[in-house]
């Protein structure tokens, strides 16, 4: 199993910025393709960003492109969601997840490992 933990969730004003961090256990983290996801209240999880496991493809929600960046550090087992010119609509609970396959990014049944959550909550 993989084990995932999220941090770096807070509150923030609109046009700040946050970033978040998801550090990982397990040998294999290089070799999987990464994701942020996130759940609004009273709507369903969507995807937000994912990261090949070499970092050199990534995928972006239209929502958040040119305002997000995600990154991982293979080294530190870490992957990373910048985020800039925050909305009050990005407000959600925001997991990291692991995709083994490294196929369908965007899709929630690709991923096997998930992490607790952590809450984002943007002011206007």
């Known amino acids: 199993q993989v084990q995932l933990v999220e941090s770096g969730g807070g509150l923030v004003q609109a046009g700040g910025s946050l970033r978040l961090s998801c550090a990982a256990s397990?040998?294999?983290?290089?070799?999987?393709?990464m994701g942020w996801f996130r759940q609004a209240p009273g709507k369903e999880r969507e995807f937000v960003a994912g990261?090949?496991?070499?970092?050199?493809?990534?995928l972006y929600s239209d929502s958040v492109k040119g305002r997000f960046t995600i990154s991982r550090d293979n080294a530190k087992n870490t992957v990373y969601l910048e985020m800039n010119n925050l909305k009050p609509e990005d407000t959600a609970v925001y997991y990291c997840?692991?995709?083994?396959?490294?196929?369908?990014?965007?899709?929630?049944?690709?991923?096997?490992?998930w992490g607790q959550g952590t809450q984002v909550t943007v002011s206007s």
């Open positions: 997840a692991a995709n083994p396959s490294g196929t369908s990014w965007y899709r929630l049944t690709n991923y096997d490992y």
């Open positions: 397990g040998h294999t983290f290089r070799r999987y393709a």
């Open positions: 990261i090949n496991w070499s970092g050199g493809s990534t």
